[in-house]
């Protein structure tokens, strides 16, 4: 049974940082890539940023420079560190990987408001 566990969404304001975890369980999380993806009410959901197993990521433009994903292997756990944010980055976050099918966790709210 493949799971991802999202966690460390909240209410922050502008200029300030969060941290986004997750966890997977039930693939190999060593040869897996991992992704987070953002979506508002009424857009569709886009790409955040990727890691692939062998380290090497990519970004949306809008969030290069302010964002940074990277991977434990040991703990099987993607992270995603958000700083700088903004209120345009609102949205909830969700973790993904490829595996053998695709799958999505459950999504972690991130409020950036003053």
């Known amino acids: 049974q493949v799971q991802l566990v999202e966690s460390g969404g909240g209410l922050v304001q502008p200029g300030g940082s969060l941290r986004l975890s997750c966890a997977a369980s039930?693939?190999?999380?060593?040869?897996?890539?991992m992704g987070w993806y953002r979506q508002v009410p009424g857009k569709q959901r886009d790409l955040v940023a990727v890691?692939?197993?062998?380290?090497?990521?990519n970004y949306a433009q809008s969030v290069k420079g302010r964002f940074t994903i990277s991977r434990d292997n040991a703990k099987n756990t993607v992270y995603l560190q958000m700083n700088s944010l903004k209120p345009e980055d609102t949205a909830v976050y969700y973790c993904y990987t490829s595996g053998s099918g695709d799958y999505w966790g459950q999504g972690t709210q991130v409020t950036v408001s003053s």
């Open positions: 890691i692939t197993s062998g380290g090497s990521t």
């Open positions: 039930g693939i190999i999380f060593s040869i897996s890539v």
